[in-house]
Every structure is written in structure tokens, then in C-alpha cells.
């Protein structure tokens, strides 16, 4: 079950995401703390721990776009945090699957800030309303690394098994 805590619009970017002042900060263990650095309330309550691992983002469509910073989608994975939207930007979708970010396109998604999600492989019910949305689900290949973490922990788990 994921908790919606913050709802967002079309055509979000990654400079909202992440803010271009803080590229020289790119260590995924640092990105967090400007996670929606010009959102002030938001960011206050990820960077003290008020918003629980799991919980969601709801957004419209082309979610991260502009740049190929893949901070954007290092710091959301900081936070332990799911993206429903309604698209993705192509390559704020690859980073994040790189990075093992939990990213789920939902075309006709309705959800409102405080509502419980309960994400399936295929469906996305919304269990204060009752609305069941259909998903585009990811690749296999593409899932599969989403699942290990992440490219690195993939690529390191397909070593080990052909070294044994």
C-alpha cells in the first residue's frame, strides 16, 4: 500500500525534481536532502523523516523532463519514493530504471494527496476511492533490473550466477 503525498501536474521537470544549483552535489547518498528543494514544505518533511519509504507521487503526463540529470531520479530513490504518473520522460524513465526506481505509468491515474494506492503488476486501485487504473507495464528486461535495484546490482547478480 502506498500513501499519495504529493500530487503534481504535467510536464514536471527534472529541474524541479532536483534543482540545476545542485549539481555539483551528485553523490546519491547527498542528492536527497534537495529533493524538491523549491517545494519548501515538501522538501522540510523528506528531510526530516516525515514521509514514509513507499510512499507515492502522483503526476500527469511527461514526468521528468528537460534534462538527463539522473539526480532526479537519485533522489527520489533516496527517499524510498514510488512515481505514478500518467507518462514519463524517456530519459528520466531510463535513469530511473537504471537507479532502481520504482516508476509506474498509469494513463488514467486519479489520486488526490492522503489516498492509499495498492500497486499491482497491471492495475493500480485506489482503495479510497475504488477506482482500478490499468498500468503499461515495463519490459521484462527493464523490470527484471528495476527489481535487482538497479543496473549495477543486475549487472553484478548476472556475474555471480555465470561465475558459479
Known amino acids: 500500500m502506498a500513501k499519495v503525498v504529493l500530487k503534481m501536474e504535467d510536464d514536471i521537470s527534472t529541474d524541479i525534481i532536483y534543482p540545476g544549483r545542485f549539481m555539483a552535489t551528485v553523490l546519491p547518498s547527498e542528492t536527497p ?5 523549491d517545494n519548501l514544505e515538501f ?5 526530516e523523516g516525515k514521509v514514509l519509504k513507499g510512499s507515492a507521487i502522483v503526476a500527469g503526463y511527461n514526468f521528468g523532463s528537460g ?3 539522473e539526480q532526479a531520479a537519485s533522489t ?13 520522460a524517456r530519459i528520466f524513465l531510463q535513469n530511473s530504471i537504471n537507479l532502481g526506481l520504482r ?3 498509469c494513463p488514467e491515474i486519479e489520486a488526490e494527496v492522503g489516498d492509499e494506492l495498492e500497486l499491482t503488476g497491471d492495475r493500480v486501485l485506489n482503495k479510497t ?3 482500478s487504473f490499468e498500468v503499461e507495464p515495463l519490459p521484462a528486461a527493464r523490470q527484471a533490473i528495476v527489481d535487482a535495484g ?7 547478480r548476472l556475474l555471480v550466477s555465470e561465475a558459479k
Open 76 to 88: 527520489l530513490e533516496g527517499h524510498g519514493l514510488i512515481v505514478v504518473a500518467r507518462s514519463f
Open 103 to 105: 516508476t509506474i505509468a
Open 129 to 131: 476511492t475504488g477506482m
Open 43 to 47: 522538501n522540510r518533511q523528506l528531510v
Open 33 to 37: 536532502q534537495f529533493t524538491f528543494a
Open 150 to 156: 538497479g543496473l549495477i546490482p543486475y549487472a553484478r
Open 67 to 69: 534534462s538527463s540529470r
